[in-house]
């Protein structure tokens, strides 16, 4: 491109366009659960997104990798499956005390590794997780090997009856939505110019005056605690919470949905959590081949379209930055 | 108060290898102070060491009459105390217009907002538009950075450093690898903005640091080695032996 560019000027085209893509996404979770596929798998597939999401705020627009994000997921996972079935927690008091439980741990490891970069932040953020994970095989309440099963769905705000399928769709994909709808807003807000400054220079944004390490805290502690939002609303799904959910191995998921569908694009980790669940739930018969068909996978999405299904998808696009 | 900026025997240690020993800098209110030195002299290290992305391994740096030696980068940035880098610091995938209202938004405390849309920046759009204006970048408020001429990209640094309405400037090598128009345009610039405030730069060519510093330090491995004029500095022996004698730049 040379010369200037105007972008400002077809702002009000690009809103309009904004519109249509959210009413159409809408329109397909409105009708979704009216086409034949299972309630189950399309809840399961919206928890991994949103998780995919959350995790996707870090790496895609802080650009750091976090290597421990199942801490989140996975123990928010139990703190919702206790109180819901322990102390009697509405479905959705709990979800959101999953997230909070979730977001405060965000803080309490992103001030411990923020400081960090590249390999040293992934390593820092695993050696965390691994030790939520040996918390968690330890205590009590997490009932070890067998975690926490039969988690009542119960009556959402005492009022709607979750053992309803469709009931539980429509509570999970409002959950989604507004999952989806705060990190849209963190990267398109003030906030997320500051981070955005942070990937491109940061040492510029250091010597502009920005707390650099408090945005990228808070930035860490908001993607914590939505990545705890998903791992809580799974657990009222599954009605259950294990050891699988804080295990490494769903941190290493949520990397591969996140890089596969395209790390940095807003709807990119759908996508990804998308084929991933689906190759899951598809290939569930040829059991662990799972794990070899998803490296194939990933390891031809590396070498032949890094930007990740919708990245490739949005640079073939014109005019687009 | 008339030096703005004081540093006291500042030091600093890289593993053994000492790059800036014992410097005493006094910067005047108002000035244009250059720093000049032969490659490796330690003037970006200063720089880094008196805006605080290095910790000196002793001396002190006094700021306005407080001491900051021990506050961070941030900090000293939000003071009024705000640097360029040696290499251009732009943001490349922002437009023009973002990078300076990046340099805008800080002070407005909106920065962790991240319940707000973009779109509450726009008030900052006018200001940008003015400072973009007075680097000569009009033209330019839509381009993405990276795409710009080198030259423009050094200006567009400057409206984002201006946008914080810093106190004290410290431009590292504002014009290196510049062609003869550009440094021009960048030198009738760094005088029209340092009208009300004071400007700390390092600069290797000579013709700009004479025409432009009311002040000038030279460094040599680590040391003050004159102070002055250029008049002055120009003619001291130790100088025109240690620098210019060399052949200079
Ligand atoms: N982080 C560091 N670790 C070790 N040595 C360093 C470091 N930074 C700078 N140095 C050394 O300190 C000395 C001074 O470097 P500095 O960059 O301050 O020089 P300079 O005067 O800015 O040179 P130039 O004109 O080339 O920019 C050099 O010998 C350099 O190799
Ligand atoms: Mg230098």
Known sequence: MSGPTTQSADAPTRRLAGLLIAGAGLAVLVVAPFTGLYTVFLMKLMCFALFACAFNLMLGYVGLLSFGHAAFFGMAAYATGHVVKEWGFDPFLGILAGAAVAGAMGLVFGAIAIRQKGIYFAMITLALAQMVYFFCLQVKFTHGEDGIQGIPRGMLFGLVDLRDSLNMYFFVAAIFVVGYAIIYRTVHSPFGQALKGIRENEPRM?????????????????????????GATKSIVFQAAT?????????????????????GTMFGPVVGAGVIVALQNYLATIGSWVTVVM??????????????????????????? | MVHLLETHALTKQFAGFVAVKDVNLRVRKGHIHALIGPNGAGKTTCFNLITKFLQPTSGSIVYDGRDITRDSAGAVARTGLVRSFQISAVFPHLTALENVRLGLQQPTGLTFS???????????????????????LSEFADTTAGEMPYGRKRALEIATTLALEPELMLLDEPMAGMGHEDIARVSDLIRKVSENRTVLMVEHNLEVVSTLSDTITVLQRGQILAEGSYDEVSNDPAV??????????
């Open chain 2, 240 to 249: 025109r032996e240690a620098y210019m004698g060399t052949g200079g730049e």
């Open chain 1, 295 to 321: 490296g194939v996978i990933f390891v031809v999405c590396v070498l032949t379209f890094r930007r990740g299904i919708v990245g490739e998808i949005l640079a073939r696009l014109p005019h687009r930055r």
């Open chain 1, 243 to 263: 050891l699988t959910d804080v295990h490494w191995h769903m941190s290493g998921e949520v990397v591969l949905m996140t890089l596969i569908g395209g790390m």
């Open chain 1, 206 to 230: 250091i010597s502009l005056g920005y707390p650099v390490a408090r945005i990228k805290v808070m930035a860490f502690t908001i993607s914590a605690a939505l990545a705890g939002l998903a």
């Open chain 2, 114 to 136: 991240f319940w707000k849309p973009t779109r509450v920046l726009y008030r900052l759009h006018d200001r940008a538009r003015e400072l973009l204006e007075a680097v000569g």
